[in-house]
């Protein structure tokens, strides 16, 4: 029924911007947390960016400033605003919603397919 549908990757040059979408279907925004993951060829998935359930963000330190999460419930879409791009961002963005409390039968974490930023001259 949760499906994510994520968009925006491309390629950009260093010290642009792009804007990632994540659409949302079958769910209600409230009684989730959100999140942006990213991983890099031959590196861990890191989460970078947070959007809770009562509407609070966090950021890992390497993107604050810079990357901005936030959430639509009348378009159904979770966005991330990057600016001022590194080539360090280059990686493959995922969109995650957490339930905030279990459902027997279903699972916690729901993710997009991921969507590919590269950052070069």
């Known amino acids: 029924q949760v499906q994510l549908v994520e968009s925006g990757g491309g390629l950009v040059q260093p010290g642009g911007s792009l804007r990632l979408s994540c659409a949302a279907l079958?769910?209600?925004?409230?009684?989730?947390?959100w999140g942006w993951y990213r991983q890099a060829p031959g590196k861990q998935r890191e989460l970078v960016a947070v959007f809770t359930s009562s509407g609070s963000t966090n950021y890992e330190d390497s993107v604050k400033g810079r990357f901005t999460i936030s959430r639509d419930n009348a378009k159904n879409t979770v966005t991330l605003q990057m600016n001022s791009l590194k080539p360090e961002d280059t990686a493959v963005y995922y969109c995650?919603?957490?339930?905030?409390?279990?459902?027997?039968?279903?699972?916690?974490?729901?993710w997009g397919q991921g969507t590919r930023v590269t950052v070069s001259s």
């Open positions: 995650n919603a957490n339930r905030r409390k279990v459902v027997v039968g279903l699972p916690r974490d729901y």
């Open positions: 079958g769910v209600t925004f409230i009684t989730y947390a």
